[in-house]
Nanobody, 115 residues
Framework: VQLVESGGGLVQPGGSLKLSCVAS????????MSWYRQAPGKERELVAL????????NYIDSTKGRFFISRDNAKNTVYLQMNSLKPEDTAVYFC?????????WGQGTQVTVSS
């Protein structure tokens, strides 16, 4: 099983990034997918979630209207479009897959928002 994130980097405040997470080794379409983040010295927090079929999404309040989660089950990929980025969005972003029986984590990708 693998979850491989990409797309992180350094961006100025107000900028955008799009994260990708490619899954392998399990039936992607049967798992709800989430993005979490962890800033230095803070606990890991859920950022956004999308159901297995992609019909429903949910976001934490601080990212509503700025971040958008989507998935392509044909490509075994989940995305996180991040707009209007703020310095407080700086964190390692992790991809997370879960169903009733199993859960899997990616290794994370660093997002730094700074001028």
């Amino acid at each position: 099983v693998q979850l491989v994130e990409s797309g992180g980097g350094l961006v100025q405040p107000g900028g955008s990034l799009k994260l990708s997470c490619v899954a392998s080794g399990f039936t992607f379409s049967r798992f709800a997918m989430s993005w979490y983040r962890q800033a230095p010295g803070k606990e890991r927090e859920l950022v956004a979630l999308i159901t297995s079929g992609g019909d429903s999404t949910n976001y934490i309040d601080s990212t509503k209207g700025r971040f958008f989660i989507s998935r392509d089950n044909a490509k075994n990929t989940v995305y996180l479009q991040m707009n209007s980025l703020k310095p407080e969005d700086t964190a390692v972003y992790f991809c997370y897959a879960r169903n009733v029986w199993y859960y899997y984590w990616g290794q994370g990708t660093q997002v730094t928002v700074s001028s």
